[in-house]
């Protein structure tokens, strides 16, 4: 196993840190989280499933220096005979949990038995040590997947972790049950009674029909939802014909309140004849924005949408980018995005595959010099963004086209309302398009750019 290394924003990348397990041995799952509020302090945890073919399954985590990659401790391995399927790590060192020092740790996992299990983990001294091992079920279903995210705001400032995980009714199934909980009242506290997200509704074409799900908690302790309260959003692949997957999803805006989980409502990400799967939820708390993207296997596309953390129109996310993959060499690509916090913009990676079935592992960033838009780079030879920024009267749009295009801007808000628009047919150069802003009130928003085929987009900040 290969650790990549970026000290530019992602311009090159070096190898950071290599696993050998030996043989006969295999890594079934793998995840890995950066965190740290000082340079003191900051460290990478790599968290992994292992399995010694024909002894056991071992799910172990380690911290690493961030400097040079070398390993510093294992602090965390839990060997088991039967398998263990997935782990996932997180962090809250943002926004530190109550009682965490300097921050928290929570690791997620699923255990195969007689009665399979999720067992969490949580550190509250930096990934020092882990402790607080709590089982959040015990089932004669099969526990496969799992997802985990921290979430923490205003009025809940303490902080919580947050799972979901698969239950499939046997070992062959590719579909089934999508359950949720989430540590209570603090970080290291036991988890609440498990919930079937897919069963809240009723629907008889959601139930049972779910897999893979990506788990997202609003994190900003500065601030609450319009209920005063803290929003969780869980999303999944759901088989509707063996032709069609949609990604659809649930969410909650009364989450730490609510003991009786009775508030979840269905949302909707893709919802077509198209076959679209492997749905990943994240935050950005610059902005209070959910982040998805997900794989159109149809199109062969990897979309890029958003939407403001208030749920009034739960359906209504704003599209970024319908496709910011730059090739359609894609089979399973699990798309990631995550935001960079030094730019409050995203990065975004996932698998292709090269000729002799290869994997190829692909970044790319808003805030590359190619941006993830190259995949319509026909017209456009660079997207420099807006200046100044932030901004008082009006801003500018800089960008370097290599051929007559029609140019479009479209401002939206935190709400996802289109607030304002510039439309203009700019010849090949370089071009500065001027948007005035004066008639906004101040606050964070949301630029999306178009220029024939390309599409991209930015943020821009007002102030007065």
Request: net charge negative.
């Amino acid at each position: 196993m290969i650790t990549m290394k970026s000290i530019d924003n992602g311009v090159t990348w070096t190898v950071f840190s290599t696993y050998d397990f030996g043989t006969p041995a295999q890594q079934t799952s793998v995840d890995i989280v950066a965190a740290g509020t000082t340079a003191a302090d900051f460290k990478i945890f790599i968290s992994g499933v292992r399995h010694n073919i024909g002894v056991n399954y071992v799910a172990w985590v380690d911290r690493l220096d961030p400097n040079t990659g070398m390993y510093e401790d294992e602090i965390l391995s839990e060997s088991w005979t039967g398998q263990i399927m997935d782990i996932k790590i997180a962090s809250d060192y943002l926004y530190p949990a109550q009682g965490a020092s300097p921050y928290s740790l929570g690791v997620l996992f699923s255990k195969r038995s007689t009665y399979d299990s999720i067992i969490f983990y949580s550190s509250g001294d930096g990934g020092m040590s882990v402790g607080n091992r709590y089982a959040l079920t015990a089932t004669g279903l099969y526990c496969n997947k799992v997802a985990l995210s921290f979430g923490t705001c205003s009025n809940w400032f303490n902080g919580r972790y947050f799972a979901a995980w698969e239950e499939f009714e046997n070992s062959v199934t590719k579909y089934g049950h999508i359950y949720t909980s989430h540590s209570n009242p603090s970080f290291n506290s036991h988890f609440t009674n498990k919930l079937s997200l897919d069963s809240v509704s009723g629907d008889i074409n959601v139930i049972n029909y779910c897999r893979t799900p990506s788990i997202a908690t609003m994190f900003n302790n500065a601030l609450d939802n319009a209920n005063t309260d803290l929003t969780e959003i869980v999303l999944f692949d759901r088989q509707y014909t063996s032709y069609d997957l949609d990604v659809l999803g649930y969410y909650n805006e009364f989450v730490p309140s609510s003991t009786e989980n009775n508030n979840w409502l269905p949302l909707l990400i893709e919802n077509t004849s198209d076959y679209s799967i492997e749905g990943e939820i994240n935050f950005d708390p610059a902005y209070n924005n959910f982040l998805v993207t997900y794989f159109d296997s149809t199109l062969m596309n990897l979309p890029y949408i958003v939407h403001h953390l208030d749920m009034t129109l739960p359906n209504d996310w704003i599209t970024i980018n319908p496709g910011y993959n730059d090739n359609s060499n894609l089979v399973n690509p699990f798309p990631k995005v995550e935001i960079n916090p030094v730019y409050n913009q995203a990065a975004n990676v996932w698998a292709g595959e090269r000729p002799g079935l290869i994997g190829e592992a692909t970044y790319d960033a808003e805030y590359l010099p190619t941006g993830i838009g190259e995949v319509h780079q026909l017209g456009l030879s660079n997207l420099e963004g807006a200046f100044p920024n932030p901004c008082n009267i009006f801003t500018k749009i800089r960008f370097n086209l290599n051929r007559t295009e029609t140019v479009n801007v479209k401002v939206f808000n935190v709400f996802g309302q289109n607030v304002a628009e510039e439309n203009q047919t700019c010849g090949s150069g370089k071009t500065d398009m001027t948007l005035d802003v004066s008639s906004l009130p101040c606050g964070n928003y949301i630029y999306r750019f178009t220029a024939g085929d390309f599409i991209s987009s930015g943020s821009i900040a007002v102030m007065r």
